[in-house]
Each structure stands twice: as C-alpha cells, then as structure tokens.
C-alpha cells in the first residue's frame, strides 16, 4: 500500500484517559484523510502503523488503524 504526506504536515496523537486526541494541521488532515481512502481500498487486515519515529510528532502515542 502506497501512503503519501502531503508537504509540511504536522500531526500528534495522544491518548488521554479514555480519550485519544488528534491534532493536526491542514496538511496532516489531509494527508491522514487521503490514507484512509486507501487503507479502504486495500484487503481486510491491512493497517496503517503511526508513531512518532515514522509519521507523528515527538512524543505522540502509537495509533494503529486497521481495515476489517
């Protein structure tokens, strides 16, 4: 699966309690929004591994979004 940034993006996640929190500019929404229309696209048990040493900002918490 083919998965593309869009330039100057910034994202950072965060689990807070029982809350997990995005954040993101205009170019991170994009970006993560055009990833899910590909993960959509792909075979069930595909995912999408997010954490700050490849995609996220220093100190975010890991996110794994999976297509069932």
């Known amino acids: ?6 330039d100057d993006f910034e994202i950072r996640f965060r689990i807070d309690g029982s809350t997990a ?3 993101a500019n205009r170019n991170g929404l994009l ?3 055009e ?6 696209g ?3 048990g595909s995912h ?5 040493y490849n995609s996220f ?3 975010s918490d890991e996110l794994i979004i ?3």
Do not use: C, F, N, R
């Not at 699966?1 to 869009?6: E, G, H, L, S, V």
């Not at 990833?35 to 959509?40: H, I, M």
């Open 42 to 44: 792909e075979e069930p």
């Open 31 to 33: 970006s993560l929004a």
């Open 21 to 23: 929190v995005i954040s």
């Open 48 to 52: 999408i591994h997010y954490d700050e």
């Open 66 to 68: 999976e297509k069932i």
């Open 57 to 59: 900002e220093d100190g």
């Open 35 to 40: 990833q899910l229309v590909t993960l959509a």
């Open 1 to 6: 699966m083919q998965i593309t940034w869009k």
